[in-house]
């Protein structure tokens, strides 16, 4: 059986010193300090890691456009689990729509990915682009 809890919470985010970012780029980080109430009481910390870039254009199988991918890595005892997604509403031009997500594989030293993807239906419908080693 699941239980579930309910409340309200307040959010403080306070902009931290920026690190080592390329020179040019707009990458921030934020502190974020969550009060919760309800069913939960108390507090919470942590980080949140933004990009801001000029639009920079690729091709996804002869289309033109950009988006943005979220990388989120967990270790659990040593085993890695890294889940990249493709940012909603994050395509541009061609890729306009753009969902999906990335698998990425590090053999031999070198990097390959298997992207998944779908377009809307005026774009072709879903494509996909596998093991390319950009």
Known sequence: MTTRGRGTFEVK????????AAPGSALGRLAIDKRFHGDLEGTSGGEMLTAMTPVGRLKLHGRTGSFILQHNGTMTRGAPELAVTV???SGTEELAGLAGRMA??????????????TLPA?????????????
Not at 13 to 20: A, F, K
Not at 104 to 117: C, F, P, R
Not at 122 to 134: D, V
């Open 87 to 89: 940012v909603p509403d």
């Open 104 to 117: 990425i594989t590090i053999a031999g030293g070198k990097h390959s990915y298997e992207l998944e993807y």
């Open 122 to 134: 005026g774009f072709g419908g879903r494509r996909r682009h596998e093991r390319s080693n950009p």
């Open 13 to 20: 985010l306070t902009p931290q010193t920026p690190g080592s």
